[in-house]
């Protein structure tokens, strides 16, 4: 399995899982690959040529993008480069060797107005993230019909540093419990743990190993539904901490790239081919945020 964006959050999970479950597993990122991973500029359609045909993978689990909403606003051209046309040319050259491509999308793909969203609902993004990931699950699936999208929501997990992911860079504001902070109640999340999603990935592409008819799009994701005000409260009740000071903000947010308010994505697809992992959020938030607690006694009460 070869892993495009393995220095990510997302990248380093899945890299991971199939590591550990006996597959030969190779990296590639692009800013943080050395010493680790393999370094591949995805831009690169030469370098990607090679890295393909050199390694030959039977599976690639493509991770890399731009995944911050609002800097696909402010760098729109970057943006689709990497989301839409490196993911046409990656699904093009593993279609020329045979691999199953799986393709990381998103659940901003639709416009959170009639959820919860199965494969066949009709995608209507309202930011250019949502749209440029939209627009590369076309251009996989066009230059690739043996592929799989699989679009996730919000994740997080063990992060390397606390804004890697739009759920732990909250755990600053709920341990500065001096100061009252305003958080989203709006927005409905499905918070959903990388190693979930990295256990689909790699028994889907199990499953594909011995059924060449899985593929197409499908869907995972947590099953707790969450503003980021309840999930505030839950990582401070996780580690017994005070929330009075987090106040819950129920307009829609005004500022940066739209947000839908609830694409909650259907499961089932996945779950009916027996494939599926979901870790209880107050079990991996705790797992994920513990090494960022500020005040270390804590640790020692809980671990010892």
């Known amino acids: 399995v070869l892993i495009t964006g393995a220095t990510g959050l997302l990248g380093r999970a899945v890299f991971k899982e199939f590591n550990g479950n006996n597959w030969n597993a190779v990296g590639c990122g692009y800013r943080r690959a050395q010493p680790r991973f393999e370094q591949v500029n995805l831009l690169d359609s030469i370098a990607v040529h090679d890295i393909i045909h050199d390694f030959q993978p039977h599976v690639i689990v493509h991770c890399a993008a731009e995944r911050r909403p609002d800097v696909v606003e402010s760098q729109p051209d970057s943006a689709s480069q990497l989301n839409v046309a490196a993911s046409g040319n990656l699904a093009k050259e593993a279609a020329a060797i045979g691999a199953f491509l799986i393709y990381i999308s998103t659940d901003y ?76 109640h709006w927005q409905q999340r499905f918070p959903t743990n990388v190693k979930d999603v ?28 969450m503003t980021k005000y309840e999930m505030a409260c839950a990582i401070a009740d996780a580690f017994n901490l005070p929330s009075s000071h987090l106040r819950p903000i129920t307009d829609s947010p005004v500022v940066g790239a739209l947000r839908p308010r609830n694409a909650q994505l259907d499961c089932s697809k996945l779950e009916m081919l027996g494939i599926g992992q979901r870790t209880p959020f107050r079990a991996g938030i705790k797992e994920s945020l513990w090494p960022f607690l500020i005040d270390k006694r804590w640790r020692q009460t809980v671990f010892h």
């Open 198 to 225: 990295a256990a689909v990935c790699r028994q889907l592409a199990e499953k594909r190993m011995l059924d060449p008819s899985i593929k197409g799009t499908f869907h995972w994701s947590g099953n707790e539904q």
């Open 109 to 184: 793909v639709f416009d959170g107005t009639s959820p919860p969203y199965k494969e066949t609902d009709a995608p209507n993004p309202l930011n250019l993230y949502g749209k440029t990931k939209l627009e590369g699950e076309k251009a996989v699936l066009e230059n690739n019909e043996d592929a799989a999208v699989l679009r996730i929501p919000v994740l997080y997990g063990e992060v390397e540093k606390l804004e890697e992911s739009a759920v732990t860079v909250m755990f600053d504001k709920v341990q500065f419990s001096n100061k009252s902070a305003n958080m989203d």
